[in-house]
């Protein structure tokens, strides 16, 4: 069947040839005829098999489209499906068992129809693209011509080259032997120096090293090795190479050691040269490991030397045995007065650690990119994933090592306060640092810190309140002479807070810590330890301030107005120096201290805001015992503070020195002494009130409740003590017994209108221009202010308006013109009134004018008029008025006066 295949595909590629030999004039055999002559006599030309196909389908008879489309559509699917299809092996496998002849015939037929159909369709396609053919045929044929020239060519060449080489060969091969010998002699000299070189280069190693050019001796020492190897099989070498590894070792040694000195002094030169060292041994993942190792190794030299240093020098001769020591116990040794500058010189070498670490990062993240997903991306990303995550672990040995020896220190209770706030300030920076340097609080620290500062406060505390009474019990109430604009943040121990009481946001505990920016002393020589936060010295408390009362102040702005905050002042009082006392200077000078201690360890600002609060209600509570012990005229939350107070001050309760007389009508019974305690205690009331946004500020969101409660309870209601104070002054100073007895004397049933006042009146007003007299010899010593002065006449002219009450009520019978006559005395003692104490409008005048015109009620109306003013008049005063008047009845007035007499007596009533 193969067979019959193969003749008939010959067939059909001849009708095909014969169908195009008709084309053109010259046949592509013409036109190969000059070259065949030159090809080999077994040459031959293949027949293509287009001619073949194009013959077969000839022979297949004419062409019936239809029939030939039926026939098409009958072929199986499997003969267009695969390339490499094999048509015997499918049809032989389709025949049946046993084969039948008659079937097999219809098969063959089938076969060879379809074959003739498909020839005719190729024959069909050909002749349709017989151009395109034509064209490539030529194409061939022009191939064809081409390769047989280069056959030619080729033959020829060969004949020239065996001539060629008959002629040449023999004297060549001396020649090249001859070559031959000189190259291997030059190999030989080559060879010999590179031995010569292998054998003196650990000579020239050592120089390298001593330079501490490592990068350029690695790659000597590397480039040794390799040619060691080459030459390995020479006895001379083979020792040479496990000389150039112990150098390498050696190397890899010196690169450690070159590395550990930059974690105290780095230098960014030298550690480019380490880093390129390690990426030539292709250790640069070991390099940053070996580094951070190298950073914990020197915490822990740096901060024992420091410490052995401070042992050795308060103990000296002991050096051998304190060396032996761990840290810890070494740090046990340091003397409490040396444990501020061991602190600091330990901060500053630590700092130097920390420094070396932060320009090493620098220099780590200032390397080019690398291409991404290459290894040294990879590499450069390890390096860095190292080096934040060491700022941590870093920090932590510096922490443990700074916590450790503030813990040793036991007793901090001889400590004075500048030396224990130095001692704050410093560990507060070396939070700071550890803060922005790895996000750590230092917890630790902080909790020695507190638990330290907590002992040493109650101490320090006590000892104050203890030198506070003292102060207040040998306090003269003398006025102290300070300068007009006079505030607290003038105080050395507050001045450098002035923008922090200004600005109190900025001392928020919410907001952390803050302010120190690490980058800024990384290019110079400066250290965060080095600057000296201790706002003041320690110097006696009692220390007056006098000196600098006529001084200008130079924070004054240009048109003469004070920059720092003080309390505001009524127009009438600018230019007014603040009246205070020494005591109320130290007072000023423990909150400004406090408030330090505050700044400098916020986990104990609410215990400290708590002491500070103490100081405040010593002097309240002193004020109040010294000059007004009853303290009735103020408001029910005062009081209430002023016996909190006293009842957490027990027996520590100051008494008045024996110096300070209150009871001499000369000196108007203490009124300056009373002036200055009163007002020394609103200014200092004052200034607290301008700490309140700062003290808010530093006291936990969850403890504010109490400093509200403080300011509200105690602080804002202390002027109240103005009141009894200044009664106690007003009830003595005025003589009001002879008042009285002249209106007891004055008739009320007149039958006349009078035009002139009452002499009662006049004996009355001539009192308070004796006492306006005396205040006017008081203000040439203690200046009155206008509050004062204004509380002062306002109690002087309430005990004045009882007694016109009181002597009112003295009166049995009263007509209209008597009535009259009242009004008109009350109205002329006003107007004299508002003359003398320049009081407009007079305090509690309502009193009298209603009481005065409680005469003209009617019947029905005074009851109502008696209930609504229980309270604002004595029951003697009420029962006279209803017993004088003659428009109501006996009976009426019987069931009126029992009425008063059975009514409970009401808190409050004059």
């Given amino acids: 069947?193969?067979?019959?295949?193969?003749?008939?595909?010959?067939?059909?590629?001849?009708?095909?040839?014969?169908?195009?030999?008709?084309?053109?004039?010259?046949?592509?055999?013409?036109?190969?005829?000059?070259?065949?002559?030159?090809?080999?006599?077994?040459?031959?030309?293949?027949?293509?098999?287009?001619?073949?196909?194009?013959?077969?389908?000839?022979?297949?008879?004419?062409?019936?489209?239809?029939?030939?489309?039926?026939?098409?559509?009958?072929?199986?699917?499997?003969?267009?499906?695969?390339?490499?299809?094999?048509?015997?092996?499918?049809?032989?496998?389709?025949?049946?068992?046993?084969?039948?002849?008659?079937?097999?015939?219809?098969?063959?037929?089938?076969?060879?129809?379809?074959?003739?159909v498909v020839s005719r369709k190729v024959s069909q396609l050909i002749l349709e693209n017989r151009q395109s053919y034509s064209h490539e045929l030529d194409r061939v044929i022009d191939l064809q011509n081409t390769l047989q020239l280069a056959t030619v060519h080729c033959y020829t060449i060969r004949r020239h080259l065996i001539r060629a080489q008959s002629g040449f060969t023999g004297r060549s091969l001396a020649l090249f032997c001859n070559y031959q010998r000189k190259q291997k002699l030059l190999v030989l000299l080559d060879l010999l120096k590179t031995i010569k070189t292998l054998q003196r280069s650990d000579v020239r190693l050592r120089e390298i090293l001593a330079r501490e050019e490592f990068a350029e001796?690695?790659?000597?020492?590397?480039?040794?090795?390799?040619?060691?190897?080459?030459?390995?099989?020479?006895?001379?070498?083979?020792?040479?190479?496990?000389?150039?590894?112990?150098?390498?070792?050696?190397?890899?040694?010196?690169?450690?050691?070159?590395?550990?000195?930059?974690?105290?002094?780095?230098?960014?030169a030298q550690y480019a040269r380490l880093q390129l060292a390690y990426r030539l041994l292709g250790k640069t993942h070991a390099a940053i490991d070996q580094m951070?190792?190298?950073?914990?190794?020197?915490?822990?030299?740096?901060?024992?030397?420091?410490?052995?240093?401070?042992?050795?020098?308060?103990?000296?001769?002991?050096?051998?045995?304190?060396?032996?020591?761990?840290?810890?116990?070494?740090?046990?040794?340091?003397?409490?007065?040396?444990?501020?500058?061991?602190?600091?010189?330990?901060?500053?070498?630590?700092?130097?650690?920390?420094?070396?670490?932060?320009?090493?990062?620098?220099?780590?993240?200032?390397?080019?990119?690398?291409?991404?997903?290459?290894?040294?991306?990879?590499?450069?990303?390890?390096?860095?994933?190292?080096?934040?995550?060491?700022?941590?672990?870093?920090?932590?040995?510096?922490?443990?090592?700074?916590?450790?020896?503030?813990?040793?220190?036991?007793?901090?209770?001889?400590?004075?306060?500048?030396?224990?706030?130095?001692?704050?300030?410093?560990?507060n920076r070396f939070t700071c640092?550890?803060?922005?340097?790895?996000?750590?609080?230092?917890?630790?620290?902080?909790?020695?810190?507190?638990?330290?500062?907590?002992?040493?406060?109650?101490?320090?505390?006590?000892q104050r309140v203890d030198e506070l009474r003292m102060f207040l019990e040998n306090e003269g109430w003398q006025l102290c002479p300070v300068r007009a604009d006079f505030s607290l943040v003038q105080l050395q121990e507050l001045a450098p807070l002035k923008e922090c009481i200004a600005a109190p946001g900025r001392l928020s505990l919410d907001k952390g810590k803050g302010g120190l920016s690490l980058q800024t002393y990384l290019d110079d020589e400066r250290c965060p330890f080095d600057l000296d936060e201790v706002l003041f010295e320690e110097e006696p408390l009692q220390a007056d301030v006098a000196e600098d009362a006529d001084e200008p102040d130079s924070s004054d702005s240009e048109d003469g107005s004070p920059s720092s905050p003080g309390r505001a002042r009524s127009p009438g009082q600018q230019g007014v120096a603040p009246i205070v006392t020494n005591t109320t200077l130290t007072v000023?000078?423990?909150?400004?201290?406090?408030?330090?201690?505050?700044?400098?360890?916020?986990?104990?600002?609410?215990?400290?805001?708590?002491?500070?609060?103490?100081?405040?209600?010593?002097?309240?509570?002193?004020?109040?015992?010294?000059?007004?012990?009853?303290?009735?005229?103020?408001?029910?939350?005062?009081?209430?503070?002023?016996?909190r107070i006293a009842d957490a001050l027990g027996d520590r309760l100051p008494t008045p020195s024996p110096a300070l007389d209150l009871r001499s009508r000369d000196n108007l019974f203490g009124l300056s002494e009373r002036v200055v305690a009163v007002e020394s205690l609103v200014f200092l009331a004052e200034q607290l009130a301008l700490l309140q946004p700062a003290l808010e500020a530093l006291t936990p969101q969850a403890k504010r409740a109490f400093l509200q409660q403080f300011f509200a309870q105690t602080v804002h209601p202390s002027s109240e003590l103005r009141a009894p104070v200044y009664a106690a002054v007003a009830q003595r100073a005025l003589n009001l017994a002879p008042t009285f007895n002249l209106m007891g004397n004055v008739r009320w049933d007149l039958s006349e209108i009078a035009s002139q006042h009452s002499a009662y009146v006049d004996a009355l007003c001539k009192e308070l221009e004796i006492v306006d007299v005396r205040l006017g010899e008081l203000a040439h010593r203690v200046p009155m202010p206008h509050d004062a002065r204004r509380s002062f006449w306002t109690q002087?002219?309430?005990?004045?308006?009882?007694?016109?009450?009181?002597?009112?009520?003295?009166?049995?019978?009263?007509?209209?013109?008597?009535?009259?006559?009242?009004?008109?005395?009350?109205?002329?003692?006003?107007?004299?009134?508002?003359?003398?104490?320049?009081?407009?409008?007079?305090?509690?005048?309502?009193?009298?004018?209603?009481?005065?015109?409680?005469?003209?009620?009617?019947?029905?109306?005074?009851?109502?008029?008696?209930?609504?003013?229980?309270?604002?008049?004595?029951?003697?005063?009420?029962?006279?008025?209803?017993?004088?008047?003659?428009?109501?009845?006996?009976?009426?007035?019987?069931?009126?006066?029992?009425?008063?007499?059975?009514?409970?007596?009401?808190?409050?009533?004059?």
């Avoid at 010259?26 to 005829?33: I, K, L, M, R, Y």
């Avoid at 740090?331 to 070498?349: E, G, Q, S």
């Avoid at 909790?447 to 320090?460: E, G, P, Q, V």
């Avoid at 916020?602 to 109040?624: C, G, K, N, T």
């Fill in 433 to 462: 640092v550890g803060e922005e340097f790895s996000g750590s609080l230092c917890e630790g620290l902080q909790d020695t810190l507190r638990s330290h500062s907590l002992r040493y406060l109650d101490a320090y505390h006590r």
């Fill in 588 to 643: 000023l000078r423990l909150l400004g201290r406090y408030l330090q201690m505050v700044l400098a360890l916020r986990p104990i600002a609410f215990e400290v805001i708590q002491h500070m609060s103490q100081f405040f209600d010593f002097y309240l509570l002193a004020v109040q015992r010294f000059f007004a012990p009853g303290a009735e005229q103020t408001s029910e939350r005062l009081r209430t503070s002023l016996r």
């Fill in 1 to 116: 069947m193969a067979t019959g295949r193969r003749t008939s595909l010959k067939e059909i590629r001849g009708k095909i040839k014969s169908v195009f030999s008709g084309i053109g004039q010259t046949t592509p055999g013409q036109e190969a005829s000059s070259i065949s002559s030159m090809l080999p006599e077994n040459a031959s030309w293949p027949e293509p098999a287009a001619f073949r196909l194009a013959s077969y389908a000839k022979s297949s008879g004419g062409p019936n489209p239809q029939a030939d489309q039926e026939v098409m559509e009958s072929i199986e699917k499997e003969y267009f499906s695969d390339e490499h299809f094999d048509t015997s092996l499918f049809e032989l496998q389709k025949l049946p068992e046993p084969i039948e002849p008659a079937l097999l015939e219809s098969d063959l037929k089938r076969l060879k129809r379809q074959l003739q």
């Fill in 217 to 268: 001796a690695i790659e000597l020492c590397l480039e040794c090795q390799r040619a060691a190897n080459l030459y390995k099989h020479y006895s001379c070498i083979s020792e040479l190479s496990t000389k150039l590894q112990d150098t390498l070792e050696s190397i890899e040694d010196s690169l450690s050691a070159a590395l550990a000195k930059q974690c105290s002094a780095f230098d960014e």
């Fill in 796 to 910: 002087c002219v309430r005990l004045a308006h009882h007694t016109l009450v009181e002597g009112f009520a003295t009166a049995k019978k009263c007509s209209n013109e008597g009535r009259a006559l009242m009004q008109l005395d009350v109205q002329h003692y006003l107007r004299r009134v508002e003359a003398i104490t320049q009081l407009r409008p007079v305090p509690h005048k309502d009193a009298v004018e209603t009481y005065v015109k409680a005469f003209y009620l009617p019947e029905n109306a005074l009851e109502p008029w008696i209930k609504e003013h229980r309270k604002d008049y004595s029951d003697r005063a009420l029962a006279a008025l209803v017993a004088s008047m003659g428009q109501i009845s006996k009976r009426a007035k019987a069931r009126l006066i029992a009425m008063i007499d059975g009514a409970d007596v009401l808190p409050g009533k004059k």
């Fill in 292 to 427: 951070l190792m190298h950073y914990f190794s020197v915490v822990h030299q740096v901060a024992f030397a420091k410490v052995l240093g401070y042992v050795e020098l308060a103990n000296p001769g002991k050096e051998s045995s304190a060396q032996k020591r761990q840290f810890n116990e070494l740090c046990k040794l340091v003397p409490v007065d040396l444990l501020i500058p061991c602190l600091r010189d330990v901060c500053k070498a630590l700092w130097e650690v920390v420094k070396s670490y932060l320009l090493m990062a620098r220099w780590h993240a200032g390397q080019p990119q690398p291409e991404p997903a290459s290894e040294t991306a990879f590499s450069r990303m390890y390096v860095q994933q190292k080096v934040e995550q060491g700022r941590a672990r870093l920090w932590q040995e510096i922490h443990q090592k700074v916590r450790i020896l503030v813990a040793a220190a036991e007793d901090l209770a001889a400590f004075q306060f500048e030396d224990f706030l130095r001692l704050l300030n410093c560990a």
